[in-house]
């Protein structure tokens, strides 16, 4: 890509943006009608028609219902796919709106109903036109919840829901280059207010990144920050990867991790880094449990328990005979006879009123 943040997408770098997904049968296109999703559409048709055979492309846009100008931005981005030669569908997000968490409900409808749309056109990919911009505010937001090193990696370039693959093939893209390619082009867009909207986090955020940026908190360092913590998250799943391993060895004469409990030697468990052993309660926990995902915070405190009682047991010279049973996210977790074992929670019991 070019180091000028100004510049226009050119078409050797949409090329290479999109070089992956060539081989696709059929790609999915969100595209809400703001600056950054009808870029994606302009830069996706532009390098579909360069290529001899390629996968199809279909537009989506998700009426999420919440203002009433999101019909005509619909019909807006129907017409421009028209005149792209790209096939356009509008997906509504129908039923109660809840009056909390928003922005989490609409999100989760949004990719609900992308995903739908994928399948039905037999697309395995929904192409999302998340920015390097989105990036730094995704990691601004983790960090200030207190995130762990795999939430502030903030986003993938590439995860999966339901059986279809989420790209994000701009995110190294600054939104500034997208105005640009749009504006070279002629090509108008549509202007969300919420987006500027401080009653929701991510705007009162984005307010604030001129004044992090006069400190050199800039997007594109804010960005590279995420992509060392995504850097590093690899690294210790790969060595969550093998204690895994290791400690299944041990226990290749007990139970198999396929019977719906998993159980770790207390003793090998303890010996390992900290980070280790949180990955793989954590693992366990979600793979067992009913409830989850396990949050973090509540696993740290978890495993703080877990080896107190493991050095407790140990000074007490009976291999690690300390007494725990504690549940989470519907996962029983029990710590006895030098073992701990992390296996399915009763269900819980509803009473009835009286």
Known sequence: ??????????????????????????????VSGGPDSVALMWLAARWRKSLASGPRLIAVTVDHGLRKEAARE????????????????????????????????????????????????????????????????????????????????????????????LARPLLDVPKSQLVATLKRANVAFADDPTNRDTAFTRPRLRALLPQLAAEGG???????????????????????????RFLALRDRDRLPLDAGVRSFEASAFAALPEEVRLRLLMRAIDAVGHEGPAELGKVEALLAVLDRGIVDGAARRTGGTGRLRQTLAGALISLSGGRILIEPAPARRHRSGS
């Open 74 to 165: 619909a019909r807006e981005v129907k017409r421009l796919a028209r005149s792209l030669d790209l096939p356009h569908r509008t997906m509504r997000w129908t039923g109660v709106k809840p009056k909390t968490g928003l922005p989490a409900a609409a999100r989760d409808a949004r990719y609900r109903l992308l995903t739908q749309a994928a399948r039905s056109v037999g697309a395995t990919h929904v192409l999302t036109a998340h920015t390097r911009d989105d990036q730094a505010e995704t990691l601004l937001m983790r960090l200030l919840r207190g995130s762990g090193i795999a939430g502030l990696s903030a986003m993938a370039r590439v995860t999966e829901r339901e059986g279809i693959k």
């Open 218 to 244: 800039n997007v594109r360092n804010l960005a590279r920050l995420a992509a060392r913590f995504a850097r590093a998250n690899a690294a210790m799943d790969v060595l969550a990867d093998g204690a895994e």
């Open 1 to 30: 890509m070019s180091d000028d943040e100004n510049s226009p997408v050119s078409a050797r770098d949409a090329k290479q943006l999109f070089a992956e997904l060539r081989r696709a049968p059929a790609l999915v296109l969100a």
